[in-house]
């Protein structure tokens, strides 16, 4: 069984920074990649950031030059700073990994999700 935990988000600013944290637990053999999608309110969800095992990342454009992605493999995290947040910010952050939990058996795994709302 494996989990993805998300925590960090709330309510800030337009301009403020938030920092997002994602934790997998569970049977975990290896991680591959890493990332995080939004939901905003009446939109599909879509690709924030994205992160390999061998540290190489992927952002969408909205975010570039504001968010970063970041991970620790040995303590099997994934984070999101996000600074110069603005109002089209908002929305549920999902939290995603391709794990495997046994040599040859991989699937993408989701987090329940945490809301950010940039607000004023």
């Known amino acids: 069984q494996v989990q993805l935990v998300e925590s960090g988000g709330g309510l800030v600013q337009p301009g403020g920074s938030l920092r997002l944290s994602c934790a997998a637990s569970g049977t975990i053999f290896s991680i591959n990649a890493m990332g995080w999608y939004r939901q905003a309110p009446g939109k599909q969800r879509e690709l924030v950031a994205v992160?390999?095992?061998?540290?190489?990342?992927n952002y969408s454009d909205p975010v570039k030059g504001r968010f970063t992605i970041s991970r620790d493999n040995a303590k099997n995290t994934v984070n999101l700073q996000m600074n110069s947040l603005k109002s089209e910010d908002t929305g549920v952050y999902y939290c995603?990994?391709?794990?495997?939990?046994?040599?040859?058996?991989?699937?993408?795994?989701w987090g329940l999700g945490t809301q950010v709302t940039v607000s004023s």
């Open positions: 995603n990994a391709d794990i495997s939990v046994t040599f040859g058996y991989r699937r993408v795994y």
């Open positions: 992160i390999s095992s061998g540290g190489s990342t």
